[in-house]
């Protein structure tokens, strides 16, 4: 049978199979891409947090470094204030140690702030990979579920898919075009007529049109109320 409005009402047959095959996922595939998101957002913050804990420990490090170096230069300048010949020498010594003293214990303070920085990181850091561990433990579920429902369906898919794209391609380009606008608001697109009523919505079809229906398979009619294309009864039974 070569008529378009068969090749129709068994495509519609086909994405009606297709939709029950597909409700089976639910929302898992959209659980499973925002779980994808937040486990890539959750990990961007530990490494930020990392990042930051690193620069702060490199600080730490070239801190006491520096103190060090203040201390040497502190016991330097004391030896050479007790050399000096005049007034002047010693105080220009004394107003050096000074700076020195001064500059030791500022970087003293913010070393004791950096350390509890420190301290209250890696607590967080803690937390945030555990968050991480979470989430992809959630994810992995999600997955897996979403993997057992695709392996089951995944023969019957694939073969409801060919089968359709087999049947669009004999398909006129414009009547596809229209079957698509009508499945937009119907899912069962294309429906039979019982009983002289349109078998998605139930209303009468005029008995006129019923008898040009079946005198040209050719010519494609929608229901008056609903919209559906329609065919007659006999056209899959034959």
């Not at 804990?53 to 490199?58: Q, V």
């Not at 008995?207 to 609903?226: A, F, H, S, W």
């Amino acid at each position: 049978m070569s008529h378009q409005l068969f090749y129709l009402s068994e495509l519609s047959k086909i994405d009606l199979e297709l939709d029950e095959l597909e409700e089976d996922f639910g929302d898992l595939p959209e659980q499973v891409r925002k779980l994808e998101d937040l486990v890539a957002d959750k990990k961007a913050i530990v490494e930020d947090t990392t990042r930051i804990l690193k620069e702060l420990r490199e600080f730490k490090t070239n801190s006491k470094i520096t103190l060090a170096d203040y201390k040497e230069r502190e016991a330097e300048l004391t030896k050479k204030q007790f050399k000096v010949k005049n007034n002047k020498e010693f105080d220009a010594i004394t107003k050096e140690i000074d700076y020195i003293r001064k500059e030791y214990n500022k970087l003293t303070d913010e070393l004791r702030n950096v350390n509890v920085k420190e301290e209250n990181l890696i607590k967080l850091l803690d937390e945030q990979k555990l968050s991480v561990k979470e989430a992809e433990s959630e994810l992995q579920e999600k997955q897996m579920e979403l993997d057992i429902i695709s392996s089951d369906q995944n023969e019957v898919l694939k073969d409801l898919r060919l089968q359709r794209e087999q049947l669009i391609s004999k398909i006129d380009p414009s009547l596809f075009e229209k079957y698509k606008r009508v499945r937009h608001f119907h899912k069962d697109a294309v429906v039979k007529i019982k009983k002289n009523s349109c078998s998605g919505c139930y209303s009468a079809v005029p008995p006129q049109k019923i008898v040009e229906m079946r005198g040209d398979l050719d010519l494609i009619y929608t229901c008056e109320n609903c919209g559906r294309i329609m065919y007659p009864e006999e056209l899959t039974e034959d």
